[in-house]
């Protein structure tokens, strides 16, 4: 917590002296500055155990599978956000992005850190010249195609790509290089997956492109590699993701990675890759619905621990109705396929003095969701 309130107190004073810059400015354009807020609530119910044993409150076998809906039967805050930021298209801009509430938590949990429920998603001071823009502290990763923020997803849930191959944060620098208003470059370095301190040095890279010649269609194409911890194992990605509005009522949403972790101090690594479509089509203002289908190929087993390897498969049907111009209702029905057992059905259960029952791992997951996300201001 200590490294994210450094952090957070930078980027506070940078955006004070922007905020600063303005009201000295008379030039300075004040629609530069801007506040967001929102809220999501929801109740799941799984046949299982998609966080595995860890959510389960046991030990033994299974996985998480699932990245924020991890638990059996729970009703829970997902998240309430502000995000306050400055970000002129020329000079000293900043922005800080804080979040509270379950998926709070996990992601705390993620980066290291504790059970909290309260994390500063984001928080980072930029400076724009020309094509180029330069942000130093605590980003969100340019590789995936959903986001932590449920009003940018099209699903309650997330995907398979989403939980088990891409980064949530990286904590360091970045860079973006636009020579054309439809083609922006982008490099950086970092302290690693998730982790909110440079302090083992900045270890690791991003790098890619995104292209977007029209406000209907975009495609990117980036990388990431990690050394996880120093003299640990190498993790690299490869990212694609294509977005295209069909038309004004339907979109397509399609993406695909290629990770890789390598052996290390006497563990094993793997290769594991995937890819996702998602098609969203809205009935009219009020009511929308997504489907989403992925698969992916845990080639050496490496993440769900499978000799030899397998596959894993998840369909997903998003139902979106919104009775007014701020709140959506939320309505989705999942389910989980796996080659070989792997999901958590039943935790372990300690029967002191007799021992204790084994749990049931299982090959298929379904889970049903609703969900209400408001937003207050903001987009």
Known sequence: MQHQTLIVTAVALALAAAGSAVAADAGGDSTDLSVSAYAAASYYHSTGYPGGPAA???????????????????SQ???????????????????????????????????????????????FAQY??????????????????????????????RSLLFTLSEPLTLTGARATYAPTDALTFNAGINGGWNVTTIGHGLRSGEAGASWSPSKTFSLSLQSNFAELMPGGPQRTLIDL??????????????????????????????????????????????????????????????????????????????????????????????ADFAQFPVFLHQPAIDLYPYGTSPGRLTTQLGQFALQAVYTFYGS
Not at 56 to 74: I, T
Not at 92 to 97: E, H, P, S, T, W
Not at 298 to 326: C, I, V
């Open 77 to 123: 805050i997902d998240e309430a956000d502000l995000t306050l930021a400055y970000q002129p298209k020329q000079g000293l801009g900043a922005l800080v992005d804080v979040i509270a509430g379950e998926d709070a938590s996990i992601l705390r949990q993620a980066e290291g850190g504790d059970d909290s429920s309260l994390d500063v998603r984001q928080a």
């Open 241 to 334: 993701v294509l977005s295209e509005t069909l038309a004004t009522d339907l979109t397509l949403l399609l993406s695909a990675d290629w990770d890789q972790q390598s052996a290390a101090n006497g563990a094993a690594g793997g290769t594991w890759y995937g890819a996702a479509g998602t098609v969203g089509y809205a009935f009219n203002a009020r009511w929308r619905v997504a489907v989403r289908a992925e698969y992916l190929e845990d080639a050496d087993g490496f993440l769900t621990g499978t000799s030899g390897g397998q596959h894993l498969a998840e369909a997903t049907l998003t139902l979106g109705f919104k009775p007014s111009r701020r709140l959506e209702l939320r309505a989705e029905w999942r």
């Open 56 to 74: 389960a409150g046991s030990d033994g076998a299974g996985f998480d599978v699932h990245q924020f809906d991890v638990q059996h039967d729970p």
């Open 128 to 157: 724009a010249t020309g094509p180029v823009t330069v942000m130093l502290g605590k980003l969100l990763p340019c590789a995936g195609a959903e986001v932590i923020n449920p009003t940018q997803d099209l699903n309650y849930s």
